[in-house]
Nanobody, 118 residues
Framework: QVQLVESGGGLVQPGGSLRLTCAAS????????MGWHRQAPGKEREFVAL????????DYADSVKGRFTISRDNAKNTVYLQANSLKPEDTAVYYC???????????WGQGTQVTVSS
C-alpha cells in the first residue's frame, strides 16, 4: 500500500531553517511528481512546492519562492523540502503528497508540524 511519512518538523526561531523529509513506499516513486502542501490553524491547506518525477522541473508558491527548495532522491524514494529564512507565517502542518498524471493529489502523508516562533 502507498505510504508517505513526513519528518523533520519542529520549533525554530524566525530566520532559521528546517529540512523536511518525506519517505515514500508502496509505489514506483520515480514515476510520480511529488508535492508539499501546508495547513495553518484556521486556514485551508495550500500548495507549497512541486517537483517533477525526475526532478527536472520544480514549482513554488509565491510566498515561499526564493526561501524554500524542493528536491528528491529517487534511489531513496524520498522527497525533501529545505525551508530557509523561516517566518512566523510559515507555521503550519506540512504534508507531502503524490500527484497523479491528471494533476490531482491522491495520497497524503500524516504531516509534520513546523512552528516558527521566538
Amino acid at each position: 500500500q502507498v505510504q508517505l511519512v513526513e519528518s523533520g518538523g519542529g520549533l525554530v526561531q524566525p530566520g532559521g531553517s528546517l529540512r523536511l523529509t518525506c519517505a515514500a513506499s508502496g509505489f514506483t516513486f520515480s514515476r510520480y511528481a511529488m508535492g508539499w502542501h501546508r495547513q495553518a490553524p484556521g486556514k485551508e491547506r495550500e500548495f507549497v512546492a512541486l517537483i517533477a518525477y525526475n526532478g527536472g522541473a520544480t514549482d513554488y508558491a509565491d510566498s515561499v519562492k526564493g526561501r524554500f527548495t524542493i528536491s528528491r532522491d529517487n534511489a531513496k524514494n524520498t522527497v525533501y523540502l529545505q525551508a530557509n529564512s523561516l517566518k512566523p507565517e510559515d507555521t503550519a502542518v506540512y504534508y507531502c503528497a503524490r500527484r497523479r498524471p491528471d494533476r490531482k493529489y491522491d495520497y497524503w502523508g500524516q504531516g509534520t508540524q513546523v512552528t516558527v516562533s521566538s
